[in-house]
């Protein structure tokens, strides 16, 4: 992926910076995307681990449409998996590159809009006896979903929000309005939330992270001892949780996903990826006007 970099960086066979204001230069561009999109898809099936598992048959022309006739709306991709399969490792490998490359870029995560649970938290002495008591964190009930579909429409619109925020300290408490998020040509919003009913036909791009099971048990095992200070029985009995939440609520969606990405991919070959997609999109030829 490095060389198709150094090649696009290089090369002296580049397009004049299309018209983004005008239909025909948009379908330049998207026509350009198009061709880059699948040199790289190209490009990863000949990977031993590819990032690419699946790419839904219809959506480059379905992308391509969308950025031709409704190119004032911003873009929002929503990235979905079951827990510990990887998505806020990509989301955070993201974070990284738009520091690195200053792109215009916001990231969220739907965890900020669970519902406030410290009552019941309080009522039932922890988070481990409500969910023992069969209360169940990742039913769509349990999350704002009417608040996340309004601020993810606002976003679209290029409106900054004002997002909850769920305090990831075990007492459940939710914040309202308590952190801007600026609406940017493109928001990354990630989590299982993005991908519910009531929400998910307001993304541009809908992707789902896979991962083996052993792989996300012995991650999600890891993180909860060694970050989370949970012991080790309780730790597989939220995992088992999971598993059955994750049949549930998330992998239902894996059918309806635009793209499929391995979430046990080598990061530093994820960032050669955005860091090749950045360069596509930002190396024109400068129109005569602009020299």
């Known amino acids: 992926m490095k060389l198709l970099i150094e090649k696009e960086l290089n090369s002296s066979d580049k397009i004049l910076k299309p018209d983004f204001t005008s239909k025909s230069g948009r379908e330049l561009l998207v026509f350009y995307l198009q061709t880059k999109f699948r040199q790289i898809l190209a490009y990863d099936k000949r990977c031993n681990t590819p990032l690419f598992k699946n790419v839904s048959p219809d959506f480059i022309s379905r992308f391509s449409k969308r950025l031709i006739n409704n190119p004032s709306k911003r873009l929002l991709i929503g990235i979905t998996g079951e827990s510990a399969s990887g998505k806020s490792t990509i989301c955070k490998e993201i ?55 309004k601020d993810l429409e606002e976003l679209a619109s290029g409106n900054n929000v004002m997002a909850p925020m769920y305090l990831p300290n075990g ?45 996300r048990k012995e991650r999600f095992i890891s993180r909860a001892c060694k970050e989370r200070n949970q012991d080790e029985a309780n730790a597989l009995k939220h995992w088992d949780y999971l598993i059955n939440a994750g049949d549930k609520y998330v ?33 024109f030829d400068k129109m005569p006007s602009e020299l």
Do not use: C, W
Not at 131 to 142: H, N
Not at 176 to 204: C, L
């Open 95 to 149: 974070k990284k590159n738009i520091e690195q490359f200053n792109l215009p870029v916001s990231v969220l995560s739907t965890d900020n809009y669970f519902n406030d649970i410290s009552k019941e938290i309080a009522q039932y002495g922890g988070f481990d006896n409500l969910r023992d008591a069969g209360y169940d964190l990742d039913a769509p009930s349990s999350f704002q979903l009417d608040i996340l579909k």
């Open 171 to 215: 007492t459940g408490v939710s914040v309202p309005n308590a952190q801007e998020v600026v609406s940017r040509k493109i928001n990354v919003v990630e989590g299982i939330a993005t991908m519910y009913s009531t929400v998910q036909e307001v993304f541009d791009i809908k992707i789902y992270v896979e991962t083996d099971n052993a792989i």
């Open 251 to 283: 992998r239902p969606f894996r059918d309806k996903a635009d793209l499929i990405l391995d979430g046990n991919v080598n990061l530093a070959y994820f960032a050669d990826v955005l860091g090749y997609i950045h360069a596509v999109t930002n190396n």
